[in-house]
């Protein structure tokens, strides 16, 4: 079917330029909504995104839905299915277990299905599968830790909303610090959130007397967790490493700001990537169904005015 | 030890916390100590100078705002939009002292402006909801509700899904407001104080607060009584309207910026912080320090599980929802009959 669709096209390009009115193919693009700072970057990628592939394939339209829950996800996946007759699904999915059951009922029909970042529970159902590295994710930043720190370093670490994302992130930290002598004093939740970070990293802090670095794991949680350290006056945490890549912390470390030191990318813009190749595919036959999995890499001074993106939110 | 009742009110349960006052006054104050008691117990930093002023600075927010929340909910409203008025006001007073940057320079006129703005638009949103409430007639449910998903919406159409981040130095100049103090007790503890001190008195000893006790044990009653209970009605709401502003200038330096996730399920933690100090929810009966006393145990809560290892972090809400029931139930014993 995919292949029709996709033949079909090229032939329309081709052949004649149509009146795009019956030709036209509508992409739908589903994501959470911008309720951290991550999903706030994700949501301007996606936007931007969709405007550059308008105005670049006259023939595609693009129909973009934020869900603030699954459940909201779920009936906006129903509708572009039932209202809009999408040629292709772009989901970035809320949580895996709820949306796998919409998602296959609109591949069984015959739609492109790319999924993003977050995996279904059930394999398969994807043509394209776009995503971040989490364990690679945990492991770089671990690694740093281990580089950075001596033999019996202490370390606190703030971790995420509990989902297979935190899990997987954190296990691949816990591997890469395996036999380097630091030593992690605790692990709390801290949602991915500001102000939960400040809270819990105060308390971190007041619980034990010596810290040698903080694991924020997100750029989010390191605001929080930075402004706790100073507002404490404590000199003995050397470093904070956050994760995803906020701009304002990119700026830091490409500064050479002591207390940021390094950051770990996790691209709020493989939502582009995602999108950008669906659309690839609708319009050329070039084949582009398969895994597309965007390493998480560590940023440096050296390396970070590479990283550092004014425009997004993020 | 209760608040003076309205002798227009004949309800029962009016009377009942005058008749079986131990358990109701003791429960709440009881649950405090023995959360304290197992704090000291399990952590000897628990009793630090810095972490009790790291507990109350950080309640603070919820306080304020649960003060207020009280005269609603004793009037018999409600209200669920404190959380994202909070960080919809947050994210505009960041905007308008950004905006006013160029032209006042970084000093004390321009957090005045921000302080200004916010106070403004606290009342104004309080005034919207209660007007709404009031002169429309739409349950306060719905009401608040609604104007719960406006402010969210704006706020991160404000903040284009990222985050208001105030400027850098305007934030090293206003950062004090959260982190200063006078003779070692840090600004947003006296603010907290000094609002729970003043709302204790207008509960207790002033006509507003037998009225609002009246409205909410008895609409009618109070409207013949020749209580304006509209009026009365749309000041808790404008009340608690200016105490969000009030909470949001002590947020705003903490970490001087707002997002869509700013005040997230404050609106929660304030209503469960009143409920567990002992005002009645369905209304009639309001304790300004029992708020007081609900918003430290649920701070204490989430302090101590962070200071010990003593169960898994995913059990965290579980633990904070026994609390929550168990003080309830504390109170509640004596009076069953009720």
């Given at each position: 079917m995919k292949r029709i669709l996709a033949g079909l096209c090229l032939t329309t390009a081709m052949s004649l330029s149509a009146p795009a009115f019956a030709e036209t193919k509508t992409v739908g693009v589903s994501i959470p909504a911008a309720t951290h700072g991550w999903a706030g970057g994700m949501n301007y990628f996606a936007q931007e995104a969709v405007k550059r592939l308008e105005a670049t394939y006259p023939d595609l339209d693009f129909v973009l839905a934020t869900a603030s829950d699954p459940a909201k996800q779920v009936n906006d996946i129903e509708d572009m299915v039932a209202t809009r007759n999408i040629s292709a699904l772009v989901v970035l999915p809320f949580e895996s277990e709820p949306l796998t059951g919409?998602?296959?009922?609109?591949?069984?029909?015959?739609?492109?299905?790319?999924?993003?970042?977050?995996?279904?529970?059930?394999?398969?159902?994807?043509?394209?599968?776009?995503?971040?590295?989490?364990?690679?994710?945990?492991?770089?930043?671990?690694?740093?830790?281990?580089?950075?720190?001596?033999?019996?370093?202490?370390?606190?670490?703030?971790?995420?909303?509990?989902?297979?994302?935190?899990?997987e992130r954190v296990e691949g930290f816990q591997a890469a610090l395996e036999g380097s002598g630091v030593e992690i004093l605790a692990m709390e939740h801290g949602n991915w959130n500001r102000d939960k970070a400040f809270e819990v990293t105060q308390d971190f802090l007041s619980k034990y007397p010596q810290i040698d670095a903080v694991w924020a794991s997100d750029d989010d949680m390191s605001v929080g967790a930075l402004a706790a350290i100073e507002a404490a006056g404590r000199k003995d945490v050397k470093f904070v490493l956050g994760g995803a890549g906020m701009k304002e912390m990119i700026a830091r470390t490409r500064d050479g700001d002591a207390m940021i030191p390094a950051n770990v990318t996790y691209p709020p813009a493989m939502i582009a990537t995602a999108i950008e190749v669906t659309a690839l595919g609708l319009v050329s036959s070039a084949p582009v169904s398969g895994r597309f999995v965007i390493g998480s890499v560590l940023v440096t001074p050296e390396n970070a005015a590479q990283y550092y993106y004014p425009d997004s939110p993020f | 030890m209760t608040a003076p009742l309205p002798a227009s009110s004949p309800t029962p349960a009016a009377f009942a916390p005058r008749r079986r006052i131990s358990m109701t006054v003791v429960g709440p104050i009881l649950a405090l100590i023995l959360l304290a008691a197992l704090g000291a117990w399990l952590n000897p930093n628990f009793l630090s100078a810095a972490n009790i002023t790291n507990v109350l600075a950080r309640s603070a927010f919820i306080g304020i705002i649960a003060v207020g929340m009280t005269f609603v909910i004793t009037a018999g409203g409600l209200d669920l939009s404190v959380g994202s008025m909070a960080a919809f006001i947050a994210g505009l007073m960041i905007m308008v002292m950004n905006a006013a940057l160029p032209s006042m320079g970084?000093?004390?006129?321009?957090?005045?402006?921000?302080?200004?703005?916010?106070?403004?638009?606290?009342?104004?949103?309080?005034?919207?909801?209660?007007?709404l409430i009031t002169k429309l007639g739409i349950e306060a449910f719905i009401v608040t509700l609604g104007s719960m998903g406006i402010y969210r919406s704006l706020v991160t159409w404000l903040a284009d899904g990222g985050t208001l981040s105030l400027d850098f130095q305007l934030r090293s100049f206003y950062q004090p407001i959260y982190y200063g103090g006078i003779f070692g007790v840090s600004w947003p503890i006296v603010v907290f104080g000094l609002v729970a001190i003043l709302g204790e008195i207008v509960m207790r000893s002033t006509v507003f607060g037998r009225w609002c006790a009246a409205i909410g044990s008895n609409e009618q009653v109070a409207k013949y009584s020749s209580v304006k209970v509209a009026r009365v009605r749309l000041a808790t709401y404008v009340m608690l309207g200016l105490l969000v502003g009030l909470a949001v200038i002590m947020y705003v330096p903490r970490l001087g910026s707002a997002s869509a996730s700013t005040g997230l399920l404050w609106e929660l933690e304030a209503i469960a912080a009143v409920i567990i100090g002992g005002t009645l929810l369905k209304g009639g009966f309001g304790r300004v320090w029992g708020t007081v006393v609900g918003v430290l145990i649920l701070s204490l809560i989430g302090n101590i599980l962070n200071l010990t290892d003593l169960v898994s972090p995913y059990l965290n809400g579980a633990i904070q929802g026994l609390i929550i029931v168990l003080a309830v139930i504390l109170q509640r014993e004596g009076k069953s009959g009720a």
């Open positions: 919409p998602v296959k009922a609109v591949a069984d029909a015959g739609v492109w299905v790319t999924v993003v970042d977050r995996g279904l529970s059930v394999e398969g159902i994807e043509d394209l599968y776009v995503a971040g590295d989490n364990p690679g994710f945990g492991r770089v930043a671990g690694e740093f830790m281990a580089k950075s720190l001596p033999e019996g370093g202490k370390i606190v670490v703030l971790r995420g909303i509990p989902t297979t994302i935190d899990n | 970084v000093g004390i006129p321009i957090v005045l402006l921000g302080m200004g703005a916010a106070l403004l638009a606290g009342l104004l949103a309080g005034l919207l909801n209660g007007l």
